[in-house]
């Protein structure tokens, strides 16, 4: 699927390690304890100190990846701002102990903050997640297995800062001498900032835009009827018309790369096929659940089925917002959908 992308660096730097990958900008990696085993991070070189994009899942080994990392790559300089992308674990995770390490503000946009500090704090909300699987259609067992691990957020996030600086979209960020603008992704996570200098050509695409995988588009159980994939694909449209072609992308997964234009044109197609794909099988009514072997081909464990649960109802609102599918609530309480 990545056959047009251009990988300039093919080995991604150790835990630890930092890469020089663009002006001013270095890239560090860090272990993330799922089957997407790794984040991209980026330390940027600002003046008298560096900014912190992006701030790794709370693990210990994480921690001390850092320590080594500010005792080894930071020339004895301090840390003086973070931003974060969104509000992911993987991404906000570590942001209330490195703004309290470095005593360094939080720089995000505000509904990932609100998003973080909800999330951080949320404790009544199983029986409404439950409720949101059964209505999907997985079974008993399967839907208590969703509630639980949609459920864990503060062990990758345990604490998020009180107090953050906003950007948002235009945002102009001054970061050692250079201009990075902020534009706004929407599906993947509610106000996600991507940060692009136009100066060197780079875009800094948190989970917006991934070279090797599609970003999860999911329908999330606290906003049971949301449209995440309109407002997705919306906002790839803006991000192609945005962003001149021959730019580097720094993508929070796999590696950087050049052909955005190429990516943004294969996910549209690959969110493309995968909506004929659900109007073939809602021949007959069907159910999220359903609909997981048509669009997940490969087997999937009761995790996963959690995982790609979100992302089937997300085609399936879709369509239905199309009027390309009707929906039927059955009397076994089940959300079927039907062309
Ligand atoms: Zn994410």
């Known amino acids: 699927m990545d056959g047009s992308l251009e990988f300039p660096v093919a080995t991604p730097p150790a835990p630890g390690e930092t890469v020089a990958i663009a002006p001013g900008v270095h890239w560090l990696r860090m272990r993330l304890p799922f089957a997407l085993n790794h984040i991209n991070l980026w330390l940027l070189e600002d003046g008298p100190g560096w900014t912190i994009v992006d701030c790794g899942y709370a693990l210990d080994e994480t921690r001390e990846a850092w320590e080594r990392i500010f005792i080894e790559r930071l020339g004895s300089k301090p840390v003086r701002r973070v931003i974060v992308t969104h509000f992911h674990p993987d991404h906000m995770g570590l942001a209330a102990w490195l703004t309290k390490r470095w005593n360094a503000p939080l720089w995000t946009t505000e509904k990932e903050w609100l998003h973080a500090r909800v999330h951080s704090r949320d404790d009544d909300s199983a029986a409404s997640r439950r409720e949101f699987a059964l209505r999907a259609g997985l079974d008993e067992e399967s839907s208590t297995i969703f ?18 600086q906003r950007i948002g979209e235009g945002s102009a960020i001054e970061i050692g001498g250079r201009e990075w603008r902020v534009i706004i992704g929407e599906g993947h996570a509610p106000e996600h900032a991507c940060l692009f200098c136009a100066e060197t050509g780079v875009l800094i695409a948190g989970d917006q835009i991934l070279p090797r995988i599609s970003p999860n588009i999911s329908v999330q159980p606290y906003e049971p009827e949301g449209d995440p994939l309109a407002r997705y694909l919306a906002s790839l449209k803006k991000l192609r018309v945005a962003l001149p072609p021959d730019i580097l992308v720094l993508p929070s997964h796999n590696l950087p790369f050049y ?30 659940a359903d609909l997981l072997p048509v ?19 997300a085609h399936l609102h879709y369509l239905e917002s199309q009027r390309a599918i009707r929906r039927q609530a059955g009397g076994d309480g089940v959300h079927r959908f039907a062309v």
Not at 148 to 164: D, H, I, K, T
Request: aromatic share 6%.
């Open 295 to 313: 669009l997940f081909r490969r087997q999937l464990d009761r995790h996963q089925m959690g995982f790609a649960l979100g992302e089937a109802l």
């Open 259 to 288: 052909g955005v234009h190429e990516r943004i044109d294969e996910l549209a197609a690959h969110h493309a096929a995968r909506c004929d794909d659900v109007i073939t099988a809602c021949a007959r009514p069907a159910s999220a």
């Open 147 to 164: 509630s639980e691990r949609q459920g864990n957020y503060r062990r990758g996030c345990p604490a998020v800062p009180p107090v953050f």
